[in-house]
């Protein structure tokens, strides 16, 4: 290939089956635009004619058929198996194929044997000298994100190349990458390090204004990891006049000149991972920063400034019991958390969480599709594999009752037309998991250790 010919990418998100197109759990009333694709698209350098062609299997059927000449695919642990399965079709009809994303970054050498080529890190660099490789017929096997990445000066994503109105939420944004936190379970230190990336704020306002949306969602991993720039940026969002949500931690709560600048930026909602009720669990988890603030406190402090809390639950810790359960609904309720979640403990590969239980043998499984904060695939301590998938499902069934949703509703800050098909959509999920998962996998002892 020449640098004057049209160079066809196709970009791929490929979906597990909760959350695939044609069959999933999801509807669209929870589905945000995703920006990974859109910023790849964005970063092809001019010089390099091409079409690309982007397919987000959360809407699209994705037909391994499709023409390509490169086909890049972004790779989360859940996906893995459906991310190999395209991609080796694709390489047997000799197309070549790119893998990135968080799992390719965490298990490199695993990715390798489906690709030609496997992203490591962040690609803003990466990507654009891949390209440029290819086109010389120099395809390298493995590119590294470089420490001394810089958000400054990039292109703004091309959202104009997925279907807006397949979106709830089609005006996504991201002003910072990385959490400066601990956690044991969580996949960004041992991906990315907890050093966090800033996007410099002129030019994440100057994004808002060019998208022209009035209700923007963050998808940065947590807003306030930089304290002093999240103060900035929210600063510098009050005369857009938009309505916004995000994720941070419960350590928004602690400072007050932070929660009244959330609530003048036009902050109307936030996720929280609250994660658990029990302190032993956060301190096994390396998130004892979480003990230093009550979490009937932080949900009033948010409401006070009439913003709305998802507040995210996981169960599986070692100090989790049967009970823990029917503690955390009572709680999730009578806190008046607008939208309660409910996952899993997922030991995502690459994670101390993950080499601790397998130092332990406690690991199930390695079949990375069921690694999806759904699904059980590590030995509970005090309860049996089945009893946490059970209570989880319980969980979900509870907190989203026709009794417990107008209760919450009654004192939500959620909009009601916002919180009510909010909450029906979660109901509708609770009451359908078990068409998309089971335990019935645990029963086979051929399946650990696949």
Not at 19 to 42: N, V
Not at 363 to 369: G, T, Y
Not at 405 to 430: E, H, M
Request: glycine content about 6%; hydrophobic content about 40%; proline content about 8%.
């Amino acid at each position: 290939m020449t640098a004057s010919d049209n160079l066809r990418i196709l970009l791929l998100s490929p979906r597990g089956p909760l959350y695939r197109h044609r069959g999933g759990i999801w509807k669209k009333s929870l589905r945000y635009q995703p920006l990974t694709l859109t910023t790849l698209a964005a970063l092809i350098p001019p010089d390099i004619p091409a079409t690309v062609t982007l397919l987000d299997e959360g809407i699209h059927e994705i037909d391994p058929a499709t023409p390509a000449d490169l086909v890049g695919i972004s790779v989360i642990t859940g996906s893995a198996p459906r991310a190999y399965e395209l991609a080796d079709q694709f390489r047997q009809r000799g197309v070549p194929v790119v893998l990135g994303g968080v799992h390719p970054t965490l298990l490199p050498d695993e990715a390798a044997q489906h690709a030609d080529s496997v992203v490591v890190g962040y690609a803003e660099d990466t990507w654009p000298q891949l390209l440029r490789d290819f086109v010389a017929g120099r395809l390298q096997p493995r590119y590294t994100q470089a420490p001394d990445l810089s958000l400054a000066n990039r292109p703004i994503a091309r959202r104009d190349l997925l279907p807006q109105n397949q979106y709830v939420a089609p005006a996504t944004i991201e002003a910072t990458r990385g959490c400066v936190h601990p956690c044991d379970f969580c996949v960004v230190p041992p991906a990315w390090g907890r050093r966090p990336y800033l996007r410099p704020v002129a030019e994440v306002v100057d994004e808002i204004r060019q998208m022209r949306a009035r209700r923007v969602l963050f998808l940065d991993l947590n807003l306030i990891a930089d304290v002093a720039y999240a103060k900035e940026l929210f600063t510098a969002l009050i005369p857009l006049n938009i309505t916004w949500g995000g994720l941070t931690t419960t350590l928004v709560a602690w400072d007050e000149e932070l929660l009244d600048l959330l609530a003048r930026s036009g902050c109307r909602g936030l996720l929280l991972g609250l994660e658990t009720l029990s302190h032993d669990s956060l301190a096994e988890t390396r998130k004892s920063f979480g003990l230093r603030r009550d979490y009937f406190e932080v949900v009033r402090q948010l409401h006070r400034r009439g913003i709305a809390l998802m507040g995210c639950f996981a169960f599986g810790f070692d100090h989790d019991t049967p009970a823990t359960f029917a503690a955390t609904v009572q709680f999730a309720i009578e806190a008046n958390i607008d939208l309660p979640r409910f996952a899993i403990l997922t030991p995502f590969p690459g994670t101390p969480l993950y080499h601790r239980l397998e130092a332990e043998g406690r690991i199930l499984s390695r079949d990375w599709s069921l690694y999806d904060a759904q699904h059980v695939v590590f030995q509970p301590q005090q309860m049996t594999p089945a009893e946490l998938q059970r209570g989880t499902e319980w969980a979900w069934k509870q907190t989203y009752s026709l009794r417990s949703i107008a209760k919450r509703l009654g004192r939500s800050r959620l909009s009601l037309p916002l919180a009510i098909p909010a909450n029906l959509g979660y109901r509708f999920y609770a009451h359908r998991l078990h068409q998309y998962y089971h335990c019935d996998w645990m029963l086979d002892a051929r399946r650990p250790g696949a």
